[in-house]
């Protein structure tokens, strides 16, 4: 089959089921899929215990890039820090070749995080992610897994995103000079400030945080990791559900990640920028992805109507 005719498709749950059964030591009752988008996200009965497996979409990154994350992963749960992370097949790998029209897709075996979602979580709730997403970047601060896909300098999320809309912004002209004004006043807010880097979540929205009964928190979905300031995941929790969260949440947030890594005045005033740079991530990966099928397309009044959104944007 040509590939160039086939972008995205649906494999049959039988050949799933014959990868994990040829790999692991499955005996597999259900699969159901939950998600298809970045990638297809399916949960897996086998013996009376849930798993997720996630089979990583043709071309959208690297093979080692894909190794990344799960040595990352892998290496928090060695940690005991509470993420969803890779299982090993009977050969001790953690990711398996899968052949589809459009070309190579990987499969990887997760463990199941059980627990509830809350997209207005209570004080505890909001210090308890804070604390445990410190615990993350203080473990990982010496540790690099390898390659990834994104990069989350200032710099290289401002040129990311102009890059991805120039085109489809040529009629908004206004659009293009805000961008270009809003990209010099970050690195200029930027200049001399010292930040502390190394791996980041990249993608901090409610749907990836599990609050468990006993209070706890678990992390899951690390397809967005990267390298890049510490502070870009505190701005893109900060972002995402903005309008739900008041002030009390976000800083008990930030009190419950400053209980391991202090935040000092500047970094946390800080935070709001870092939100802005995520949502100007957002909109050039969105246009850079946009294929109608997994993610809508993005027409020039759509990302002009977002560029308006940004100019008003802030946290209150």
């Known amino acids: 089959m040509d590939a160039s005719r086939t972008s995205y498709s649906s494999p049959s749950l039988s050949s799933i089921r014959t990868t994990l059964e040829d790999n692991y030591k499955?005996?597999?009752?259900?699969?159901?899929?939950?998600?298809?988008?970045?990638?297809?996200?399916?949960?897996?009965t086998a013996s009376g215990t849930r798993f997720i497996v996630r089979l990583y979409r043709c071309k959208r990154r690297t093979e080692a890039q894909i190794r990344s994350e799960l040595?990352?992963?892998?290496?928090?749960?060695?940690?005991?820090?509470?993420?969803?992370?890779?299982?090993?097949?009977?050969?001790?790998e953690h990711l398996q070749p899968f052949i589809a029209p459009e070309g190579m897709r990987y499969l990887a075996l997760f463990?199941?995080?059980?627990?509830?979602?809350?997209?207005?979580?209570?004080?505890?709730?909001c210090k308890t992610a804070g604390e445990a997403l410190a615990k993350i970047h203080l473990v990982s601060k010496d540790f690099n897994p390898g390659p990834f896909r994104w990069d989350y300098s200032p710099e290289q999320i401002i040129?990311?995103?102009?890059?991805?809309?120039?085109?489809?912004?040529?009629?908004?002209?206004?659009?293009?000079?805000?961008l270009d004004t809003l990209g010099r006043s970050i690195q200029e807010r930027?200049?001399?400030?010292?930040?502390?880097?190394?791996?980041?979540?990249?993608?901090l929205q409610s749907e990836n945080f599990y609050y468990q009964e006993d209070g706890s928190v678990n992390?899951?979905?690390?397809?967005?990791?990267g390298y890049g300031p510490l502070l870009?995941?505190?701005?893109?929790?900060?972002?995402?559900?903005?309008?739900?969260?008041?002030?009390?949440?976000?800083?008990?947030?930030?009190?419950?990640?400053?209980?391991q890594i202090h935040l000092d005045k500047q970094e946390i005033e800080l935070i709001p920028l870092f939100g802005m740079l995520r949502a100007l991530f957002l909109m050039g990966m969105w246009r850079q992805f946009m294929d109608g099928e997994s993610n809508s397309e993005w027409p020039p009044?759509?990302?002009?109507?977002?560029?308006?959104?940004?100019?008003?944007?802030?946290?209150k």
């Open 26 to 44: 499955l005996e597999v009752s259900e699969i159901v899929l939950l998600k298809r988008g970045f990638n297809d996200t399916y949960r897996v």
């Open 71 to 92: 040595s990352w992963l892998c290496y928090l749960n060695d940690h005991k820090l509470p993420v969803a992370f890779p299982l090993s097949d009977k050969k001790g």
């Open 111 to 125: 463990t199941y995080v059980n627990g509830n979602i809350q997209r207005k979580p209570d004080l505890l709730q």
């Open 159 to 178: 040129s990311f995103a102009r890059n991805q809309v120039e085109v489809a912004l040529q009629p908004f002209p206004e659009d293009l000079n805000y």
């Open 190 to 203: 930027l200049k001399g400030v010292e930040l502390h880097a190394g791996l980041c979540h990249g993608d």
């Open 219 to 225: 992390f899951i979905d690390f397809d967005f990791a």
């Open 232 to 259: 870009y995941d505190l701005g893109a929790y900060t972002w995402y559900d903005h309008k739900a969260k008041t002030p009390a949440m976000l800083d008990s947030f930030y009190q419950g990640y400053s209980s």
């Open 301 to 315: 009044l759509q990302i002009h109507q977002f560029v308006q959104k940004l100019k008003t944007w802030s946290i």
